[in-house]
Every structure is written in structure tokens, then in C-alpha cells.
């Protein structure tokens, strides 16, 4: 019996150990865990960033679409086979030079034909001079003569009616001669139709037309190649109506295009087309503006992403826009947090500042160029000062301050 006692004390001993174990051991974690979840929020509430000198832009952005600055489409004035192209795309041309050849066998003989013909009237209105000279000799005569009474009345009407004839006659072949000389000067001039020359300096950026193909010039006129000057191209832009109103002619634009999101190429609004293009119910507005291509890197069709700048600023004081609550109704009853575009315009504001002893001061501001990232500082802080991100805070009123952000749920930073 006593080592039945025995045994039974000592199970409850090694029991009760266990229990005490436990009981530690679980204190231990909830207190890990305390001190944990306070040391995140703590750490949580005090994220910060400083106040820095640097550049900021209020931008609309658009997407956009490059084409040449000045361009023509080439083509046929006249029907016919067409023999030769002398470039192709991508060479460059200079305003003069021989471009193509359509088969100029028919507009040769249309040449050779009317000049032929403008010939033979010449020399008959030679033949039909020397008969009204002659004419003109006669109802002279005739007239002397009726005078003196040595021919009668109808010799005389006679020869003025021959006056007449070739008179009218002369004239017109005169006529027939100047028609002639319009054909061929018409004719010539087809013929130099067959020959297609640049009518500027640029770029082959298309060829339409195959050598061998006959072209008929009489329904359309047909497009051989297409030249283009790619010094300077124009970026057409689709800008939302929401945004349209922001632009306005003169204004700082650039871009960057996909295969160079590194570098900018930079020009002035030009133009904002009043009508606007619909799709899927978006209404958009065509702004345009023109950027030197010197270097040739642009090319027609590349896809432009545009920036407006709408208000900008160098050597500025910035923050995070995070950083700064806006006063919507006097004694900041309603604050809103951040700011979207705008000059600001002195627009008050307040931040909080980190000191040095790890406390924090709210600190009134002025705030000028703002978006949606950063917001430039006008006066209220000083380059190098720590601000804390309203993201950030504690929320102070309605929180729960036994419980902590879940592990593994740190909060964006902006």
C-alpha cells in the first residue's frame, strides 16, 4: 500500500511539473509575442522619410503616335507600264531626282503625231497668206477699176468676197494652229509625266507600286512610293476630356517611346484639335506638337508616351505626398490626406515632423506643385528634416491597443 502511495505522489509531482511547464512556456510566448507585435506598431508608427532638394512635375500623361512632319505621296499622272523604280525604301532622295519611268512609247508618238501636224498647218497657213495677199491685190484692182468704169459692180463684189474668204479662212487656221500647239504642249508634258521626279528632299518610307505594273491613271491617280521628311516628326496624342482642359498651346510636352523609356525628346504644344474622335464612349481630344529627329531615332508609327507638364519646379523642397494633410474647413475639422496635380498655390498644410529625440511636432506648411507621389514644400520645413508618412500613423481613436498588424502585414510604403 505505501508504494502504491508512493508511486501515485510522485505521478502528481511529475503532473503538476508539466502544468508548470506549460504555463511558463505559453507566458513566455504570449510575452514574445506582446513585445513583438508592440515593437512593429511601434516601428509601424514611426515610419518616416526626409525632406529633399530636387525636381518635380505635375504632368498629364497620354498615349501618342509619331509621324513625319512633312510628307507627300508620290504618284502617276498618266496610265501606263511602269519600267523602272530607281529607290527603295529607306533611302534618302533629294528634291529633283529621278524617282520611276512609265513606258513612254505612246507619249512619244503623241508627240511626233501633233508636232507633225502643227508643221503641215504652219505651212498651210503660208499657202492661205500668199492667196489673201493675192486676194487683197485683186479687190484693190477691182476697185480702181470700177472707179474708172472699166469693171462691172459684180467683178468688184466678186474679188471683196475672195478678200473675205481668205481672210476668214487665215483666221481659222490660226485658231487650228494655237489648239494644236496646246496639244502639244499637253503632250510633252505627258511625256514628262512619264518620268517621275521628287518633288522634296526626305525619306522613301513606302513603295506602293511594283516595276512591270500598269498604272491607270484615269479613275485615280495611283501612289508609287511615299517620300517623307523624318527631321522632325509630329506626335498626334489622344488626351481625355477630363485631362483636355489642362493643355493649352506653348506648353512643355515630351515623351518617350517603348524601345527608349531612358531617354526624352522634348517640344511645345502646337495645336488642340477642337473636334474630338470617340471610342467605347471615351471622348479624346488630337493634341499635336513637333520634336527635332536629327539622329533619325524616331520613326513613323512608334508608339509616344506622352507627358504635359502642366507646372514644374528645380531645386524644390519635396516630400512624399503621403506625408501631408490638407485642411478641407477652417480649424481642420475634415482633413484629407495627400494631394492630386496642381500648383498648389500656397494651398496650407500640415505634416508631422520626427525630432531629434524620436518625438514628433505637427508643423504647419505651405505647399506649391503637387502629385501623386510627391508635394513641393514652399515654406514649414527645411531640407533634411524627417516627416512622418500619414500611411504610417497610428490610427490613435477607435484603435484596439492590445492588438497589433498581423505578422507578415507591414503597410505599403508610398
Known sequence: MENGTVKKKKSSSYLLIILVLVIVIAGAGYFIKTRVMAKDSAGESQQSAAVTLGSIENVVTATGTLEPGDYVDVGAQVSGQLTKIYFDVGESVKKGDLLAEIDPTLFKADVDSTRAQLNYQKAEYKDLSAKLTLAEYQAKRQRSMYADGATSEENLKTAETDLLSAEAQLEMLKAQIEQTESELVSARTKLNYARIYAPMDGTVVSVSARQGQTLNANQSTPTILQIADLSVMTVNTEVSEADVSKLKAGMDAYFTTLGSQTQRWYGKVQLIEPTPTVENNVVLYNAKFDVDNNSGALLPQMTAQVSFVVASAENALIVPAS????????????????????????????????LADRTTETRQVRTGISNRIQIQILSGLQEGEQVILTAMRSTGAGANSNSGPPFGGMPRMH
Do not use: H, I, K
Open 323 to 354: 506625408a501631408v494633410n490638407f485642411m478641407t474647413r477652417p480649424g481642420g475639422a475634415n482633413r484629407s490626406q495627400g494631394a492630386v496635380g496642381g500648383r498648389g498655390g500656397g494651398r496650407p498644410g500640415e505634416v508631422q515632423v520626427m
